[in-house]
Structure formats: C-alpha cells, structure tokens
C-alpha cells in the first residue's frame, strides 16, 4: 500500500511569487492534516480536512495561505504571495476516520526556501 | 489545548549505551499521545503510541515509553541504542478526537560508535 506522498521534495522560489504543495493522501483516509516545521523548530498544526471540507483551520497562519481538497482525494496548500517567513518544511498526513485510525501517517514533507 | 515540551534539543550517545528522550506535556483533556522519529531525508515515522491500556508501550526498534500521569510525561527509552538510531525524535500529544495534533520541538538523538 502506497504511504502519503507530497510533491515536490523541494522547491526554491524568489518573495513574491506562489508556490502550490500538493499532497496525496493514503487511498480511504478520510482525514488529511497539513503541518509545517520553521527553522528546526516544533512542527505546527495548520489544517485538517475531513474528506472535502475543513474541519479546523485554526493554524493557518494567514491569508496568502489556500488549501484545497477538491473531491476529498489529495490537497494542495498555495501560498501566494511567499514571503521569507514562509520558508520551512511541510508536512502533510491522513488518517482513517475508524479502525485504527488514530495513527496519522505523514509523508516526507516538502521543504519550501523563499528567497 | 494541548502542549508538549521536549526537554533536550540534542542528546549524543555511543553506541549499545541507553537512552532516555524526555517529554512532558499538559492538557485539560484526556490525550493521546505518541512518538515519531524522523530519520535524514525522509518523513516522519510512528514509533509508539498510548491510547489507554497499559502505561509501558513498546513501539518498533526497540523503543518503549512509560505514560506516567501524575507527572504529565511520556519519555521514550532504549536499552541499547544503535548507530541506525540517529534520527530526529518527536513527542506529540492529541485530543481523543485525533485532531488538533501537537508536537515537541524535537529531540536530535546522536549515536557515535
């Protein structure tokens, strides 16, 4: 069974410009989450979707932020327009709604640099 | 909400020797809580988790921790530790809902021969 993937591992773009993450998500996870992780500091909560809706999207940090779960399958976060704070590491995970799903299983990540 | 608190950023170790990775947490809510290593260049990784049940958990590699709730902590420990075990290590505790996720600043575990 393939594990959540993000795309891509890395990306580099200058202030200003836009950047879109995308996550997929373990097929049947119903719940996707997205994290971030700044300057090797502790990885921050910043939204979670239950199939396509927003359940809490509490940590988002603004409004150049946009997540999207189109279909309830896989996400992406745009962030338009990038702005250095935003450099970091993303990280995406799913879940299960039921069983066993009190595991969240996270993929590699995405490490943004805004230069 | 829910807070954790990873207290050491780096702890360096050798090789076969033991190893505590401390964690305290606090919440006016009942949690789950759980350990995640990250090893270099990949995502994060389930090691253990307590959901309720036994305090002692035993995770993959060897890990366990011990859920103690008087003292709000969950250290993870390693009787002997291995030089694949250099990684990055984080605590993170959740509401029984499995939302609102919240981790540890990390802790670098190094483990020279």
């Known amino acids: 069974e393939a594990g959540v993937t993000q795309f891509p591992s890395h990306s580099v773009i200058e202030k200003g410009q836009t950047v879109t993450l995308r996550c997929d998500p373990i097929?049947?996870?119903?719940?996707l989450y997205w994290y971030r992780r700044v300057m090797g500091k502790e990885i921050k909560f910043l939204l979670h979707?239950?199939?396509?809706?927003?359940?809490?999207e509490s940590g988002m940090p603004n409004n150049r932020f946009l997540a999207e779960r189109t279909g309830g399958t896989y996400s992406t976060l745009k962030v338009q327009p990038a702005e250095l704070e935003d450099s970091g590491v993303y990280f995406c995970?799913?879940?299960?709604?039921f069983g066993t799903g009190w595991s969240q299983f996270f993929g590699p990540g995405t490490r943004l640099t805004v230069l | 909400a829910q807070s954790v608190t990873q207290l050491d950023s780096q702890v360096p170790v050798f090789e076969e020797a033991p190893v505590e990775l401390r964690c305290n947490y606090s919440?006016?809510?009942?949690?789950?809580l759980f350990w995640y290593v990250q090893y270099p260049n990949q995502g994060l990784q389930l090691l253990l988790k307590y959901l309720s049940g036994s305090t002692l958990v035993k995770g993959i590699n060897g890990f366990e921790a011990e859920f103690n709730k008087s003292q709000t902590s969950f250290h993870l420990r390693k009787p002997s530790v291995h030089i694949s075990d250099t990684a990055e290590y984080f605590c993170?505790?959740?509401?029984?809902?499995?939302?609102?996720?919240?981790f540890g600043a990390g802790t670098r575990l190094t483990v020279k021969p």
């Open positions: 993170a505790v959740s509401d029984r809902n499995n939302n609102d996720m919240r």
């Open positions: 097929s049947g996870h119903d719940n």
């Open positions: 979707f239950v199939k396509e809706s927003k359940q809490d």
């Open positions: 995970a799913s879940s299960q709604r």
């Open positions: 919440s006016s809510v009942s949690v789950y």
